[in-house]
């Protein structure tokens, strides 16, 4: 139902979010249980392919959750391999598996962008270009100073979505299961323990949508600052193998940058989504229910706008004429602009 | 790349927001403007069959946007066939075919949602039942005075959600192209003739979005009450069929409520992204193409509350033996609730 | 508490939505009340003089709403002050009627606003200038039908403001006070009457929240594209007595345009709440209560945005000769926009 | 202009984010910069009372800032006394000192949710009662669990405010001053020094306001609870003092817990605007402008909001003997509650 996934969304980030990864992980999170609370339940059962993801939807309609038919299911295979995990667990779980591998991926085009970022930054290191306030010129500085705010903010935002913590549920229906087969639980999926469920205490998910949120408006920046530079009048930068458009053929878009801030606005609307809920007593009524389709969309708009922002800035031709030319009467004195690019490539390499 | 979505909304509304029913728009606006042209075009031309929507959008990626490579294909068939329209005209008449669509189908499960609250109304005039205020009793109402308001706030929405304009687009790329051309197009295709061109004056999408987050709201109205009526403690409705759990079999969940105020959520917070755009000059650098999945999900999850509000009021059980006992000292003494049932009827007929 | 706000509102405006303000509308609505009542009581009771609206909020603490302290208040002075409303009556009331005086203001700053963008688009009918797609040249249009598209979506603005409804609010705690009471008490206040107490379907302020975010959005796009012509490397626009800056008293910023899109951003903020709040059963316990600050900001920030939008269009100077030096090579062919700039123009005169 | 600042923010707060300590704070941050640069200027030229922040404004409307009115009369009383720093400069570090200040009172109301709700966690360790989901019977817990629960939240969040870095912000128009006189800056301020001057990246504003959107929702997690446990059907809990009615003397309502949630929808209307604007090459033109009142907002209700929860759980009435008859059938099998509410007290404890 997603319009023009593929315009946006990288494939292997699409996949990463896609129902079919969201059921392998409700499974993972299946065999997990049945593998901490020691029921010996044959591995086969848990193998996706045997589940049909849009069919469970479609009955989980009478339960408001996909969950409940997938119980049946699998306690039609195996009388013990439901255990004694609530739909909640099984969904928060699985949310956190799913973001924990499309974070993966997020992280590896952050890094790409970084890394041209930080190429830009050293080869333009003392670049003069027009420092601009209101978008009016104001002072000298250097592209490299430019680059290095757009790396820092991504090595930050890059930075706090790695800590985000992905703990694992298991509480039951009404958060009273043991917390030691909790941990067990966590230990079997890699994901963390938490201190107590956290079934209607969404810090967690709200924590992954502020990163994700961090994540976009960093990819933002750089996309917003490219499409002003690369204005005609300024001309001090442009996209290689910028797009062209259809009526006119011969110009040329930096549409990478376009569509970096097209995601984030995208990232940014479905992770406030994910901030702002009413968690009602044991599990929401409403609320919850919100989330999957969010997180997924939240995920895959940030990771969307990290790769389009690491295909402008990895393409991005610099025109330090053109830069030069616009400096006018500013002059060139651009005070501690390198000593600015230099902290910057120092924050980024102490961080790589 | 949609989590879940047949668990939320109903397949025809998710087919006419898919990417097959946006590709089918994006032709109908491009034959429609070839007859307003007068170029004579195959009609086989403009077939959605031929062309492939995620290879274009693939495509589209290096032009942010799928026009470009999508009117090179039409191009490669027949010359004229793409005409003076830009990118922009063609996408924006169709997500306003799409939302045409799509709309119909909202508005017929909101209707279905207002007979089957104003068939409560009807029937539960009279039927006393606790007014809370701050979820504390205040004083007695009926519980069709309860209906009634839902009622009138499911047709104010409906009623908003026709009333949305849907003009057509055709500016060419800076919004210059004859506005008696841009009124044939729109003739062609029956929708409304813009006074002029719109690409960056969003208000037809912001109104369109508008309505979508008020038919979200009445719907959730709906659900929170039935939530919260349908508590053991107050148990004064409970949905037919309310689905079990997958560790409390015996529960009985009202859950097409509590979907529905899921959906509202999912549809309010895309509503918003259409709603505070930077639109640059004459096309948008990022907030235009932010626009397409945000309108295909405004729509959806729009219909996916109306439809679950409909599940929940079609199959709703009214105890009204409950609603006695819960009343205690307050008494019966209802005021103009009947009254009020009665202006809420004839508005709802006067609508209908 | 509100930070800085002479640099956005008005004064008027500030005032119409200030604390004394809205002290005076529940006032104006209890006089009201006792009027459709018949109760004799002395005008002098209703006087705000008479009430310190800052220790009623503070009493009100314990209430969650300043109405419980005040109606305590009037009956001491007069045991009939308060008739048969409840705390929501008398603010859902004293909103719309703070709504209305404020509505003006905001109104009168968009007639400016309107007037002066007519002025432009009169004066700059073809004055060719460049149309600009994803921030590039794309082909060439007129100023005047640049400024004809601010015009058209002011316009649209405005009548969306001006038909909001405002309707008053008598429906004691449980919705049933009767009908024809609430009818003399809207006649009372020249309010509209309501088909059923709207206590918690919220519809009549999201629209008007929905308005305002209109009148915001068309704001806040004649603030940005001012801001992009006025680069220094475009130099097509600039504002009269554009402010200066702290280090660089030679700059000349586009300071309105800036504040137009600031307040736009507010209003937005504040409206969006407005649009997607849990009212339960009665009474919100607590999507209610956010609802004053909110409003009030939403009609300050609106008509904030529609000030500075009229001061920077009021004084903007238009540089033709740039606006033909940037067209360069793309030719002055601008098509119809001479034909648009005239509908425009005949819309706007047909809503005045 | 805030509608009704006493009745949701306690007066300390309100006075922290008021205009008076906007320009204290300016003033500071000038007095700060006179000293790291080594001007001699007189201490008197910085106190506060001599410049009337209302009249700044208005005049700053001009430069849509209102550093440059001030920064012209700081030069008037001593030439040297506004340093190289640009109006962002100084805004931006009086935002982190008015955080800063704000922050310790929004902190000091947590620490007392946080005490009040490990009290009753401990007192009713092992008071039995009904969990809930979908807000229908589940399984027993017991009230300890769900204090522990809101513990583990509020103290999460309270240790993501503290967490939150404030940095000083010293880059002159085009962010190439010296580093080595921002950490000088940052020092006689007790400000965090920055990598590299973030004028445009927004993300330590983020940061902050994503852990005010965090208060706000374990705070309003709590009011949810509260008002949901104390409904007459349940009447499980009750506010001490809680609040009457204007029509219903007798009622007794959550106030203080309605109020938290109330605020806590304000603080993230405010919070969201903080996360997701546009902010242009070296000084935003709007998105920067938009952010004073959304602060000082998001730090005044979040800390409302804390202080309502505050308030509410410091008089929360537990009726247990109303939790032990609801649980009803459900037996008093709480499970692992009580080591639940062990592990969220250490938790607090290890945190204090």
Redesign the interface.
Known sequence: ?????????PAPL?EA???RA?LAAMLEAERALARATGASVDDEVFRPDAYD??AL??Q?????????P???ALRDRAPEA?G?????D?LDTAAMLVARAARALVAAELDGAAAACAALATAHRSTPMT???????????TFG??A???L??LV??RR?LAGARLPAQLG????????ALAARFAAELGLDEP????H????PV??LA?AL??VA??C??V???V????????GEVSEA?G??????PH????????????????A??????L????????????????E??????AL?YAGGAAAAARRSLEGLEVHADRMAA?LGDLGTD????M??VD??LA?YRGQA
Chains 1, 2, 3, 4 share one sequence.
């Open positions: 139902m997603t319009t023009f996934a593929p315009l946006y969304v699409a979010v896609s129902d969201w993801i849009e939807c479609g989980g309609r009478a339960d408001a959750s996909p969950v409940v997938l119980a049946r439901h004694p995990a609530t739909s909640q099984v420092g601009r306030t209101l978008l009016q010129r104001a002072a000298p500085t100073a430019r290095a705010g757009w820092v903010a930050d935002a706090r039951g229906p009404a958060g009273t299961l043991d917390p201190v107590v469920p956290w209607t205490d969404r810090a709200a924590e502020g949120g961090a408006a960093a933002a920046k996309g917003l600052d499409v002003l530079l690369a204005q005609n009048e300024l193998g797009g062209g458009s259809s009526s006119m110009k040329r878009n930096p549409a990478a940058a376009v569509l970096a801030r097209a995601c984030a606005r995208l940014h609307a479905n992770a406030t989504l901030t702002g809920g009413d968690h009602e007593l044991d599990r929401a009524a409403g609320a919850w229910q919100a999957w389709p969010a997180l997924s969309a895959a616009n651009v005070g501690a602009a000593a600015i902290r910057a924050h």
